[in-house]
């Protein structure tokens, strides 16, 4: 069995923007250890989105190889690839993006709904997941009922409540005051203590602290200097 | 949880915009089940009128007819050279090739008589073969018979109850179905008679009376229901009998004849009677029935036409409300499909949605397509029509309905399914 989790190597990304090709990506290599936990820093344009979709088996790179787990999943067919997604990957988005008309419970149990478990183990793991984050109590309410805060909570349980491996935020404090920021990235810290990898974008050098590593990206690509990094800490161009 | 929870919540968010579909698919099943309801129901009726009206061939002296215009104004026809038909005609009949195609011959002689000072017209018949033909035509039974009475008497006394009042009165009462029942016993002998109801109620006379015509006494055999024919205003007795009454020995005025067309050609037959009767003209009604028929077709390519614009509009509601909603849930799909649904999963979602309104749509257009046709179905067919409640038609009405949301979900499921998750997600 592998250590790497993540395995990028060379990868590129062109768009076609307005008839002009955009290089998005410009060969990044990275390694990503299993139970890291990584937080992905840069202005914005510099590629760091991408750098997460790609990773998420979302979006094909234009060149460039990337195993997760051992596993190259652009070589899967895009339905193998949803599966994949379904059983490796667990997604937190910027702004949560929970389903409006489903409740707490509901929401956490969307990655299941396709698998061959029962409802009601169904039911059991997406309530059990709901009280690790703290929201036992809470399981009923739809998304407007709870707090920016309990929103992200019921995010990241839903991203863990199928068990996966490997989890992807995007900016999830973005929306957030500095309190529940930080209870969320002690969450996130909590997460990879137990044995998950966490990837994260984030553009809050705050963040930083309650991961493993910080890898920085300008212009498309993975960046070293110190230079760099004085400007993304201090939220400054370059 | 499975995907129709989802489905079924996303239903219940979106009233307003789910409603409006639901609302375009029962306006669409109610007509199309409206217009093939009356169509139907139509159709029916008039096989059930041109099946009950049994004659369908009648048979009548020829003769010449003069016709004066003067000025644009045109005299009634005068006839000149008439030819009288006779028994001989219809035993002439009855050795006609086709004759198995004949299956009511009805002979009869019209004449008129007076009694005291009203004229009444005479109709001398086979009274069986007359009821035959003629499937109308009941006798009121003895009960009713002494309300009539009873009525008509009153009627005597209260010199201010007119003729037409009693005769709406012996209208509120049910005839006994001699005709088809106890046809065996409807036996009229030469000195008996059997009267329409609005001569009985001018002549003041009722079952069991005696009249007297030309001098002969003649005793009412029964009195006639009202049918809203010109029976009503006849007097029927044996045809032997009327012929000697009138002073026509062997005369006959017409004859009346039920055939069966789908036992034999119709030219064949019309020609054999042209050929053994030479002096008459014959008449067929198969003319009226397919002139009926053609009617009724065309009602039925409009219904069709009608059916297949609505169908069409519907779709296109359904179609376009389904799009909509797709383009609303952009970010939603893109969710789903980044937490692993696979693009089948998505496209089920969406036909789910089309085809579960669908069904409702089409459970509440079947009753509001019978509705409609149970009340507007008499106006529009311009006939009293009974629609009955039809199972058969309610699954029609669903099936097509599910059609119509398939048919008209699958695109915005496949676009849905098309959509790139990354695109979908930029909207984050």
Request: proline fraction near 3%; aromatic fraction near 6%; include cysteine.
């Amino acid at each position: 069995m592998s250590e790497i989790m993540i395995s990028l190597k060379d990868i590129r990304k062109t768009y076609k923007s307005m008839g002009d090709e955009v290089e998005a990506l410009k060969s990044v290599t990275l390694d990503i250890k299993k139970g890291e936990s990584v937080s992905v820093m840069g202005h914005s344009g510099s590629g760091k989105s991408t750098l997460l979709s790609i990773i998420g088996a979302l979006n094909p790179p234009t060149s460039g190889i990337i195993e997760i787990d051992g596993i190259d999943i652009y070589k899967l067919s895009q339905e193998k690839r949803a599966d994949f997604r379904r059983e490796y990957l667990g997604f937190v988005f910027q702004q949560f993006q929970l389903i409006p008309y489903l409740t707490a419970h509901e929401n956490v149990m969307l990655p299941l709904t396709t698998t061959k478990r029962s409802n009601k183990e169904k039911r059991e793991m997406a309530e059990e997941v709901l009280c690790r984050v703290g929201l036992g109590n809470k399981i009923k309410r739809l998304p407007n009922q709870l707090s920016g805060g309990e929103q992200e909570r019921v995010a990241i349980a839903r991203a863990i409540v199928n068990e996966p491996p490997l989890i992807l935020a995007d900016e999830p404090t973005g929306s957030l005051d500095t309190k529940t920021g930080d209870e969320i990235m002690e969450l996130f810290q909590k997460l990879n203590e137990e044995g998950l990898t966490v990837l994260m974008v984030t553009h809050n050098p705050d963040n930083t602290s309650y991961m493993g590593r910080t890898i920085l990206m300008k212009d498309g690509q993975l960046s070293l200097d110190e230079e760099d990094f004085v400007s993304v800490y201090s939220n400054k161009k370059v | 949880m499975q995907l129709y929870h989802i489905t079924i919540n996303n239903l219940r968010r979106r009233k307003a915009k789910m409603f409006f579909v639901l609302l375009g698919l029962i306006i669409g099943i109610a007509t199309i089940v409206s217009v093939y309801g009356v169509v139907e129901t139509m159709k029916t009726e008039m096989t059930r009128q041109v099946s009950e009206f049994g004659v369908n061939v009648i048979i009548t002296p020829d003769a010449g007819g003069l016709t004066f215009s003067y000025g644009g104004i045109t005299l009634p026809e005068i006839m000149y050279d008439v030819e009288q038909l006779n028994t001989a005609d219809v035993e002439a009949i009855d050795k006609l090739p086709s004759r198995n195609m004949i299956r009511v011959v009805a002979p009869k002689l019209l004449g008129v008589d007076m009694h005291g000072e009203h004229k009444v017209i005479i109709v001398g018949a086979n009274i069986r073969e007359e009821f035959l033909v003629k499937p109308w035509l009941k006798i009121i039974d003895d009960t009713q018979l002494q309300k009539v009475e009873v009525n008509i008497n009153e009627g005597t006394e209260k010199s201010n109850e007119t003729n037409e009042e009693i005769n709406d009165k012996k209208m509120d009462f049910e005839a006994i179905d001699l005709t088809r029942q106890d046809l065996e016993e409807l036996n009229l002998s030469n000195n008996q008679i059997l009267i329409g109801s609005t001569v009985a109620a001018t002549l003041k006379v009722t079952k069991g009376d005696v009249l007297t015509l030309s001098g002969q006494e003649l005793e009412v055999y029964g009195v006639l229901s009202v049918s809203g024919t010109m029976e009503d205003q006849q007097i029927f007795m044996n045809l032997g009998a009327a012929q000697e009454l009138l002073g026509r020995s062997d005369e006959i005025t017409v004859i009346e004849m039920a055939v069966d067309y789908l036992s034999g050609s119709e030219e064949d037959l019309l020609s054999e009677i042209n050929l053994a009767l030479p002096n008459t003209r014959v008449t067929s009604l198969r003319q009226e029935t397919l002139r009926r028929d053609e009617m009724l077709m065309r009602m039925v390519r409009f219904g069709i036409a009608l059916s297949t614009l609505v169908l069409l509009v519907g779709m296109l509601v359904v179609g376009l409300t389904m799009s909509s909603s797709v383009r609303e849930r952009t970010r939603e799909i893109g969710v789903f499909r980044a937490l692993g649904f696979r693009k089948s999963h998505i496209v089920k979602m969406i036909v789910m949605e089309g085809v579960s309104i669908s069904i409702v749509g089409g459970f509440l257009g079947y009753f509001a397509g019978m509705f409609i046709t149970g009340y507007a179905g008499p106006l529009l067919a311009g006939m009293e029509i009974q629609v009955p409640w039809r199972i058969d038609i309610l699954f029609i009405a669903i099936g097509l309905a599910v059609v119509i949301g398939l048919l008209s979900s699958l695109i915005p499921a496949y676009q849905a399914s098309k959509q790139d998750p990354v695109e979908a997600l930029r909207f984050i």
